[in-house]
């Protein structure tokens, strides 16, 4: 027999509190942050109390919200696709469209956001990082026929980057990851799937087609029985490649995800926890992280799996070493895209640093070296080769492509890099992957961060600025 509206509405404090999914209720709060099977999955079944009868249940009127009804009005009149030159375009058009807590969550970065801010003459941000490295090009060169294909922890692809992960793809789509499952596979690119994902993990694998191959990203639970879990899940399902993220023992301060007033109840691997609400999205859905995750525990995940196993947020030349020494199959160099330690350095910066000390010591070839953070031209991509990558990880701009158009933006983004690749290729005269290499670019500026840097128009546009605390409303009387 189903429960009704007036039974619900009883239980509404926090000693006593139920709540509708799948139907009206908290279904709209849920659904962007919580994969579909997370209740079967991690909610006791005494917890379930059963159908509802929908028409038994009060309507809720929504005040008129003028900020949404601009936002609505902004998505009618957002540019055609077509209007899309560039990866900032599709950011600039996200930012129009896109629900406050959404893009307060996608573009929030750590602290004071220097290393997000393409403004400062202190620090060098993953964006302009890139803007200081120089090319040195060769002519005369037959590039005719150019080549950008790859090989990455044994797959090969159309282009060397791949899809990074990035949680919660609901908030800026109804489908979520999928639509970069999808659209990974119609560009032939591998997908890294994250553990904080809106969809379920079986959902996104499920979306793979034919040989598509997908990667996982781990953030290691406390309960490392549900972390074996995962892993072992994930290897039987086909995963190839185990991303484990070592950047993160607690999630980072982000303000600006802060001010939109986050209160949803967190990922679906922490379902039925407290969570501190208080911070924002990052650290409502994290609470399971596990802080004690260290050096000594690398030998137990070559333990419990086959798959290659990657170290995800590796910052300085000592710790690549030492991911060699404990027999690592790779690491991926990055700052968490700014939205960790603020002033941390940027992955191409600790590429360039890096390579030179592997090839002095012979182990350059002992390991595979991937960067994200920053990357948003194909110029990107090459100067990270030049240096030593074995390919780039990009986030961010595909959120940006799926929230502003969907499957088709992100599809856009990728074929939009890839005419770009061709161009930059045939212009610095490299007519394979193989042929790029450290005579190619001019790194001389990299390292001074209190030199000034090329302004980049596109990028202090789409910039959002930190705020502020605004006034208090005036009392009424």
């Known amino acids: 027999m189903a429960l009704k509206g007036s039974d619900v509405a009883q239980h509404n404090d926090a000693n006593s509190c139920w709540v509708i999914i799948h139907g009206k209720d908290a279904t709209e709060e849920f659904e962007p942050i919580h994969p579909p099977d997370t209740l079967d999955k991690y909610l006791e079944q005494s917890k379930h109390l059963g159908p509802v009868d929908m028409s038994t249940v009060a309507k809720e009127e929504k005040a008129h919200d003028p900020h949404e009804a601009a936002r609505l009005e902004r998505i009618e009149q957002k540019p055609h696709l077509s209007q899309c030159y560039n990866l900032f375009d599709f950011e600039a058009v996200a930012r129009r469209v896109m629900k406050t807590t959404a893009w307060g969550y996608y573009s929030s970065a750590a602290d004071d956001e220097i290393v997000l801010g393409p403004f400062s003459n202190f620090i060098t941000p993953p964006i302009t990082a890139f803007h200081r490295i120089w090319f040195r090009p060769q002519v005369l060169v037959d590039v005719e026929h150019v080549d950008f294909s790859t090989t990455m922890l044994g797959t090969r692809c159309s282009i060397p980057f791949y899809v990074t992960a990035t949680a919660l793809g609901k908030l800026g789509h109804h489908e979520g990851e999928v639509i970069l499952t999808r659209a990974a596979h119609k560009h032939d690119v591998i997908q890294m799937i994250p553990t904080l994902a809106s969809c379920s993990f079986d959902e996104i ?107 995800k947020g590796v910052q300085r030349v000592e710790d690549v070493v030492r991911a060699i020494e404990v027999q690592a199959d790779g690491v991926v160099l990055s700052n968490h895209g700014g939205r960790q330690l603020d002033t941390a350095r940027s992955g191409i910066e600790i590429l360039a640093e890096t390579m030179p000390v592997l090839r002095a010591r012979g182990l350059q070839d002992k390991i595979e070296i991937f960067i994200d953070g920053g990357i948003r031209r194909a110029t990107d991509i090459i100067k990270a080769l030049c240096l030593g990558a074995r390919g780039v990880g990009i986030g961010r701009p595909f959120l940006y492509a799926m929230s502003a158009y969907g499957q088709d933006g992100v599809e856009k983004a990728m074929q939009l890099l890839k005419d770009e690749m061709e161009m930059g290729m045939r212009l610095i005269g490299c007519a394979r992957v193989e042929d790029l290499n450290p005579s190619l670019v001019d790194t001389r500026g990299l390292f001074v961060h209190s030199n000034s840097t090329p302004a980049d128009a596109l990028s202090q546009t789409v910039y959002d600025p930190l705020v502020v605390p605004s006034q208090r409303a005036k009392a009424k009387l």
């Not at 029985?225 to 484990?244: D, M, N, P, S, Y």
């Not at 939109?260 to 039925?272: A, H, I």
Request: hydrophobic content about 35%; aromatic content about 8%.
């Open 205 to 311: 694998v499920d979306a793979r087609q034919g040989d598509q191959v997908q990667w996982l990203q781990l953030y290691v639970n406390k309960d490392r029985e549900i972390t074996r879990k995962i892993v072992q899940h994930a290897e039987a399902r086909g995963c190839k490649g185990l991303f484990i993220t070592v950047d993160a023992p607690q999630l980072g301060r982000r303000e600006k995800d802060m001010r939109t007033k986050f209160t949803e109840q967190g990922s679906n691997v922490q379902s039925g926890q407290d969570t501190d609400n208080s911070q924002g999205a990052a650290r409502a859905i994290s609470s399971f992280i596990d802080p004690s995750l260290s050096w000594k525990d690398i030998p137990w995940f070559k333990s419990i799996t086959k798959m290659p196993i990657i170290l």
